[in-house]
């Protein structure tokens, strides 16, 4: 159980592409998700988190207008990186939780890696 | 400031047992997080305490100390396959996760 699935697993596009990044939740509802980034040999640092129906918290240092998050429905949250550069090229990673309190574990999806040309 | 400590590298033979200890300071206490991160790929869950003492989970085993802002996870009969990171979370009174950096677990044969 607790399986979150996150699409595409890897992208490489060219500077100002936008990119969208899916994740889902299978077998449970993700009242909570959480958008990570990790850079190589770094540890996790969370961009922002989302209560579905709710905006999306982001955390400080983190462009709101640069990554859009959409937490329409209980099962699925996206991340958009507008107009992606070089610099935007990470590891991200969502997480979901069944509960907005927090006393679920995190379970994440297996990552996005995204290159910006 | 809020501040989760932990080892940055560990090296372990094949089949012996090692501890991860994790220590932390942080505005409130409402439950600390193991996780296992393959070089990669996406961290994985393995154990949550909330109260003092030794959660046992198969070969892992999670231990917290609240009044010491401590906790270790501890591997037993190490496998190849065990090498990787693992991350330490606490979550503070604000509910809001705080990350260690991990430490890297290497095991040889």
């Known amino acids: 159980g607790a399986v979150v699935s996150q699409h595409p697993s890897w992208v490489i596009c060219k500077s100002g592409t936008s990119v969208k990044i899916e994740c889902r939740s299978l077998?449970?509802?993700?009242?909570?998700m959480f958008w990570y980034r990790q850079f190589p040999k770094q540890s996790l640092m969370l961009m922002a988190t989302?209560?579905?129906?709710?905006?999306?918290?982001?955390e400080q240092g983190v462009e709101k207008d640069k990554f859009l998050i959409n937490h329409a429905s209980l099962t699925l949250s996206t991340l958009t990186v507008t107009s992606a550069h070089p610099e935007d090229s990470s590891f991200y990673i969502c997480?979901?939780?069944?509960?907005?309190?927090?006393?679920?574990?995190?379970?994440f999806g297996d990552g996005t890696r995204l290159s910006i040309l | 400031g809020q501040n989760i400590d932990q080892p940055t590298e560990m090296t372990a033979t094949e089949g012996a047992i090692v501890q991860i200890n994790c220590t932390y300071q942080?505005?409130?206490?409402?439950?600390l997080f193991w996780y296992q991160q393959h070089a990669g790929e996406a961290p994985t869950f393995l154990s949550y305490?909330?109260l003092d003492g030794l959660e046992e989970k198969g070969r892992f085993s999670s231990f917290l100390s609240r009044s010491k802002g401590y906790s270790y996870l501890l591997l037993k009969e190490l496998q190849m396959k065990d090498s990787a990171s693992y991350l330490c979370?606490?979550?503070?009174?604000?509910?809001?996760?705080?990350w260690g950096a991990g430490t890297k677990l290497i095991i040889k044969p």
């Open positions: 997480s979901a939780s069944s509960d907005r309190a927090g006393n679920q574990p995190q379970h």
């Open positions: 077998d449970f509802q993700a009242t909570t």
């Open positions: 989302s209560n579905e129906g709710s905006k999306a918290t982001y």
């Open positions: 942080t505005s409130g206490f409402n439950g």
């Open positions: 305490n909330v």
């Open positions: 979370a606490v979550r503070d009174s604000n509910y809001q996760l705080i």
